[in-house]
């Protein structure tokens, strides 16, 4: 199974701040992985898919970048609601695996 | 708006059963691959199974295989969870999902394997 290791597994920042979060694969999976946002007692939501198409709706703060083994999720200014848990997924093969998960808290 | 709402879950016993549903509206469900992901108590996210838009093609997770079997009615827009012989390590909360490009998901139904 591939192994997504996503870092830091949580961050404290500002509003304004600009956020930074990574994630790596244990083998090459090209273009294929998503993040999601999840809110406590809330399904995870879509971010990114393709690793840096932005979803229908989603604010343009955020973006994703990289291909092969090393991904990005970058919020370029923090909003109040961006205060979250955020996991990258990867699609490229069964099964299916998550990044551990980054908890983005209010300093 | 795409709606995917699961139900039946609840509490049981280790070792007993519990089926799980996922009914589907507003879009066009046999088109569809599907999934179920699970997150245990202040857990992160976990897939646990994939099934083909045809329900021909079928995966599991290493943790729930042989016990955990996926299916689908696409004809009753419904994605269909049994789960056997349960473990304390089973219990969460369980997604159905579309996962890819469309981002589709339910709000969980709790899963509590205890005695």
């Known amino acids: 199974a591939i192994q997504m290791t996503q870092s830091p597994s949580s961050l404290s920042a500002s509003v304004g701040d600009r956020v930074t979060i990574t994630c790596r694969a244990s083998?090459?999976?090209?273009?294929?992985l998503g993040w999601y946002q999840q809110k406590p007692g809330k399904a995870p939501k879509l971010l990114i898919h393709?690793?840096?198409s932005l979803q229908s709706g989603v604010p343009s703060r955020f973006s994703g970048s990289g291909s092969g083994t090393d991904f990005t999720l970058t919020i370029s200014s923090l909003q109040p609601e961006d205060f979250a848990t955020y996991y990258c997924l990867q699609g490229y093969n069964y099964p299916r695996t998550f990044g551990q998960g980054t908890k983005v808290e209010i300093k | 708006e795409v709606q995917l709402v699961e139900s039946g879950g609840g509490l049981v016993q280790p070792g007993g059963s519990l089926r799980l549903s996922c009914v589907a509206s507003?879009?066009?469900?046999?088109?569809?691959?599907m999934n179920w992901v699970r997150q245990a108590p202040g857990k992160g996210l976990e897939w646990v199974s994939y099934?083909?838009?045809?329900?021909?093609?079928?995966y599991y997770a290493d943790s729930v295989k042989g016990r955990f079997t996926i299916s689908r009615d696409n004809a009753e827009n419904s994605l269909y969870l049994q789960m056997n012989s349960l473990r304390a390590e089973d219990t969460a909360v369980y997604h159905c999902?579309?996962?890819?490009?469309?981002?589709?998901w339910g709000r969980g139904t709790l899963v509590t394997v205890s005695s």
């Open positions: 393709a690793a840096s």
């Open positions: 083998q090459g999976i090209g273009n294929d």
């Open positions: 999902a579309t996962l890819g490009y469309t981002g589709y």
């Open positions: 099934i083909s838009s045809s329900g021909r093609t079928i």
């Open positions: 507003t879009f066009t469900f046999s088109s569809y691959e």
